[in-house]
């Protein structure tokens, strides 16, 4: 039997309750290892800045303070090119959307697919 590859990942939401679902959430899925979560993108920033591994993914929500997500996954992908990046966001905008893509982010998410969101990254990087 075939192990799947252990996918590390970050997770940067403001919202405590994203937090708490994503902590909930992962014991479904035991090849993803949540390496941090931040509030916004300069505290996720200032974590990778101290770690000798990079993460395979990165789970980033559009709206936070501090640093968007937009910047947020333009920094990482510039710092660390082989991180996979998806969008979280509860906008419907359409044009925020593809903001989200041009930033560098492979594929936008809603906040209530998070469950769909964590099988995709399981189920690509396993």
């Known amino acids: 039997m075939k192990l799947a590859k252990r996918v590390r990942m970050v997770f940067a939401d403001d919202s405590d309750i ?3 679902y994503l902590s909930n959430l992962l014991p479904a899925f035991p090849n993803l290892e949540l390496v941090h ?3 916004d993108g300069k505290g996720l920033l200032s974590f ?3 770690q000798a591994d990079v993460p395979d993914v990165g789970i980033i929500d559009l709206h936070m303070p501090v640093l968007d997500g937009l910047s947020t996954t333009r920094e990482l992908l510039q710092r660390y090119p082989r991180i996979r990046i998806y969008g979280f966001t509860s906008s419907s905008d359409a044009r925020e959307k593809e903001m989200m893509l041009q930033a560098g982010m ?3 998410y809603a906040k209530n697919e998070l469950r769909e ?3 995709e990254i399981a189920a690509c990087n396993g």
Do not use: D, S, V
């Open 18 to 20: 994203h937090h708490f």
């Open 37 to 39: 979560m931040a509030k």
């Open 117 to 119: 969101l964590l099988a």
């Open 48 to 50: 990778l800045e101290q």
């Open 106 to 108: 492979c594929k936008i």
